[in-house]
T-cell receptor, first 115, second 115 residues
C-alpha cells in the first residue's frame, strides 16, 4: 500500500524560529519518489523538491532543507529562520515506479509564522 | 513557458446546473491529472490521462462526473447535475514522466461553489 502521513496538522512558530515538518511514508515499491509542495494562502500548489529512493543525501536550498531517511521511511522538511512568507500549507507526496504515476498526498501541515 | 492554465478560476452555480472546468496542460507533458481539494478530504485524485487516454478514473465520485481529453492541449471536467457537496477547488496538473518520477505542475485551480 502507498501512504503518506503528515501527523502535524497545524504548527505555529514565531518569526526567525526554525521549524521541521514531518513526513512518513509507506510503499512497497523499491523505486519511488518523494515530493514536497507548498500551498500559500493564494491557493496554488507550488513544487518545492523531488527526491528519488536511491538518493538519501540531504538537500539544502537557502533556508530550506530536507532530510530523507529510508531506515525510518521519513522525508522531513526544515525551514530555518522562518519568515512570515513561509506561512502556507505544506504537502508531502509519494509516487512509485509501479503505481501508474499515481501521486499519494499527505493531508498537509498548516504552518503559521507569527511576526 | 506558460504553466498549466485552468478556467474558470471561480464558478458559482446552482444545484442541478452543469459545470464544465477546463485545463490546458504544459506543452509537451504527456500526463494530465484532475484533483479535487476539500477541507474534509484533502487532495483527491479524480482521474488521470496519459497521451490523452484515461488511465485511472477510480477516483471519480460518481456518474455525474466525466472527464475528457480530446487532444494533448485540452481537457475538461464536467459535473452534471452539480450538487452542493461538489463545492471544492478543482486542480489540474500535468507532468512529463513515464515512471512517476516527474513532479506535477499544478494550475491555479478552479474554485467551485454549488448553491
Amino acid at each position: 500500500a502507498q501512504k503518506v502521513t503528515q501527523a502535524q496538522t497545524e504548527i505555529s512558530v514565531v518569526e526567525k524560529e526554525d521549524v521541521t515538518l514531518d513526513c512518513v511514508y509507506e510503499t512497497r515499491d523499491t523505486t519511488y519518489y518523494l515530493f514536497w509542495y507548498k500551498q500559500p494562502p493564494s491557493g496554488e500548489l507550488v513544487f518545492l523538491i523531488r527526491r528519488n529512493s536511491f538518493d538519501e543525501q540531504n538537500e539544502i536550498s537557502g533556508r530550506y532543507s530536507w532530510n530523507f531517511q529510508k531506515s525510518t521511511s521519513s522525508f522531513n522538511f526544515t525551514i530555518t529562520a522562518s519568515q512570515v512568507v513561509d506561512s502556507a500549507v505544506y504537502f508531502c507526496a509519494l509516487s512509485g515506479r509501479y503505481t501508474g504515476n499515481q501521486f499519494y498526498f499527505g493531508t498537509g501541515t498548516s504552518l503559521t509564522v507569527i511576526p | 513557458d506558460a504553466g498549466v492554465i485552468q478556467s474558470p478560476r471561480h464558478e458559482v452555480t446552482e444545484m442541478g446546473q452543469e459545470v464544465t472546468l477546463r485545463c490546458k496542460p504544459i506543452s509537451g507533458h504527456d500526463y494530465l491529472f484532475w484533483y479535487r481539494q476539500t477541507m474534509m478530504r484533502g487532495l483527491e485524485l479524480l482521474i488521470y490521462f496519459n497521451n490523452n487516454v484515461p488511465i485511472d478514473d477510480s477516483g471519480m465520485p460518481e456518474d455525474r462526473f466525466s472527464a475528457k481529453m480530446p487532444n494533448a492541449s485540452f481537457s475538461t471536467l464536467k459535473i452534471q447535475p452539480s450538487e452542493p457537496r461538489d463545492s471544492a477547488v478543482y486542480f489540474c496538473a500535468s507532468s512529463l514522466s513515464s515512471s512517476g518520477s516527474g513532479e506535477l505542475f499544478f494550475g491555479e485551480g478552479s474554485r467551485l461553489t454549488v448553491l
